[in-house]
């Protein structure tokens, strides 16, 4: 920590240090170099803390400048407090969280008009600092000089970062990386109609930052999907397909569905999943489904209706095959379907059997994935694909299965990774070197943007209830923030997430040109946290960074070799 003469302190930090207001900052380990690819985001902070002798009381925010060839590649966000009720299960998780009482910690960036900040007297705040180079010719050393002054022009900071920029992009990922996006959300957050234009228009950006973060794939609203509603009641209907029944014969407009797929393929999307054909945890009822029938918009399916109520069938037995020819026409990428989430318990296991049945010979050569994480369901032969909690994914591991997935969300407080706000950051950036260690095919989340309490019952205001009502740990239900005009805001947890990722594409350069066990002698380590298991990991934020900097120093020498 410096502090300078006029009695203001900095810390120049890196983007795995969360700046709290009552706690000194890590400093940069500036032994440790920081390189990235082409399209690839760095990112540094600077925390700073006002004079505490009191003679600082200027309520007009500071300023930070970044100059040097290198500011034309920087954006600066200022790093928000969010109120946080829920940071955990109380004796339900591990001893290293950061946080684990209710409170005000850093989440939400926003970026800095004019580069202004406002400082809290007497506590740490903190500027969050990106670097981005995109082509070839940008590529190389670049060193990037931050300032800061007060609103009267006293220069109270100066440093200067170095960053390198290899002239080479990283590989595509080569996961499944999902995160279910929650159209209901946006609606009712810019409160606008469902599938009107403005609505379209939040749901384009909102996909473009999900690509950004990672993603390869969403969750499409063919349907409402039967998640997080509470029994007997429904969530907003953001149904793409429209429905008509006549006569006994359905007819559908596939139109809407359309224009999702093309904003998909828009943000290089590489798959999406169907919404569930059934509800969560159980299978024991349909999805809402809106129908046209008599001039009347009917709530024809929901909890109301049996899973295998022959109704469903029929409804499937003409719905499925047109909708499997549409995709196969409108998308060029891999399509995901998913019978119900979750489910867990000997009854359950007969439900969802039965629930399959009704639908299996219409998904016939399809890829079906659905989350579980009893190994019996698994044994049984329901699910091909299991999506498993990292906390009980161990039998499934000895298995050996040849295409496995994982997830993490709200119960998994644990000893593993997670993206909670509670969380140290190093708990969200692992999840890289667990995936590829693994050789997990898939990952998934289920809450990129979702904006309800707990089961739905009720809308809220993310940047007041960053728990679901209280629900769940802070941070679970979503990783952006809905800003103005339809664009959504970054979270640390995003730009962590999304670093985590391209650790995995730069791990995949390096197995294909030297092998997996290069790979795995440079991420395994018997360091603080044991060796590399998905219970078990560093707990150094350093290690990270210094990881990710072997193997890109490899990747290139051996890239630059092939020339």
């Known amino acids: 920590m410096s502090t300078t003469s006029t009695g203001w302190s900095f810390v120049t930090t890196d983007s795995l240090e969360k700046v709290y207001t009552d706690g000194d900052p890590r400093p940069l380990d500036r032994s440790i170099p920081q390189s990235v690819f082409l399209g690839e985001t760095a990112s540094v902070q600077i925390a700073f803390q006002p004079p505490l002798d009191g003679s600082y009381q200027d309520l007009r925010p500071i300023v930070f400048e970044v100059a040097g060839p290198a500011s034309r590649f920087a954006t600066l966000h200022t790093v928000e407090l969010v109120p946080c009720t829920t940071l955990a299960y109380p004796g339900f998780h591990d001893d290293r969280y950061d946080r684990d ?85 946006l609606a009712h957050y810019y409160d606008v109609p469902v599938f009107s234009e403005a609505h379209w228009n939040a749901v384009d950006n909102f996909l473009s930052r999900a690509a950004v973060m990672g993603a390869t794939s969403v969750l499409t609203p063919v349907w409402t999907p039967p998640l997080d509603t509470a029994r007997d009641t429904t969530r907003t209907p953001v149904q793409l397909v429209d429905i008509s029944l006549s006569g006994g014969t359905y007819s559908f407009d596939f139109a809407k569905l359309g224009r999702w ?44 209706v049996a899973a295998t109520d022959p109704a469903y069938r029929e409804l499937l037995e003409q719905l499925v095959p047109q909708l499997r020819e549409f995709l196969a026409s409108h998308w060029a990428g891999k399509v995901i379907y998913h019978i119900s989430d979750e489910p867990h318990g000997e009854k359950a296991l007969g439900t969802y059997q039965a629930a399959r049945a009704v639908v299996a010979d219409l998904l016939a050569g399809c890829t079906i994935v659905d989350a579980l994480s009893d190994f019996s369901f698994y044994q049984a032969g329901a699910v091909p694909i299991p999506v498993v909690a990292t906390d009980a994914v161990a039998p499934f591991l000895d298995a050996k299965l040849d295409e496995l997935w994982v997830y993490y969300c709200v119960s998994q407080q644990r000893n593993v990774a997670n993206r909670f706000i509670g969380l140290p950051s190093l708990r969200n950036r692992v999840l890289g070197h667990q995936l590829f260690a693994f050789d997990v095919a898939g990952f998934l989340h289920w809450g990129f943007n979702f904006y309800n309490s707990v089961y739905s019952l009720r809308h809220v205001d993310p940047f007041q209830d960053t728990c679901a009502g209280g629900g769940f740990p802070a941070g679970d239900p979503f990783i952006v923030y809905p800003g103005p005009n339809g664009q959504p805001l970054d979270s640390i947890r995003f730009k962590v997430f999304a670093a985590a990722m391209h650790d995995h594409r730069a ?57």
């Not at 080479?168 to 209901?184: Q, R, S």
């Not at 393929?265 to 569930?276: C, F, M, R, Y």
């Not at 002698?521 to 707990?539: K, N």
Request: proline share 4%.
């Open 101 to 185: 009482s209710p409170g005000l910690y850093p989440d939400l960036l926003r970026p800095a008009v004019d580069g202004e900040i406002t400082p809290l007297f007497g506590w740490w705040r903190a500027m969050w600092i990106d670097l981005r180079v995109d082509t070839a010719a940008d590529a190389g050393i670049h060193a990037l000089t931050i300032t800061a002054r007060t609103a009267d022009g006293q220069g109270i900071f100066a440093d200067t970062v170095e960053l390198e920029v290899f002239p080479y992009e990283l590989p595509a990922l080569d996961i499944v990386n999902t995160h279910w996006f929650h159209c209901d959300g």
């Open 261 to 304: 797929l093309e904003l998909c393929g828009k943000h290089g999307l590489a798959q999406v999943e169907i919404a569930h054909f059934f509800t969560q945890w159980g299978a024991e009822a349909t999805p809402a489904i809106y129908v046209s029938q008599d001039g009347e918009n009917v709530h024809k399916f929901g909890w109301h």
């Open 507 to 563: 791990m995949q350069a390096l197995r294909d040109v030297a092998g997996k066990d290069a790979v795995m002698r440079v991420i395994d380590t018997d360091g603080a946290g044991g060796s590399l298991a998905f219970d078990a990991f560093s707990y150094d934020p350093n290690h990270y960074r210094r990881t990710r900097e072997e193997i890109n120093r490899l990747v290139v020498a051996a890239w630059a070799n092939q020339q």
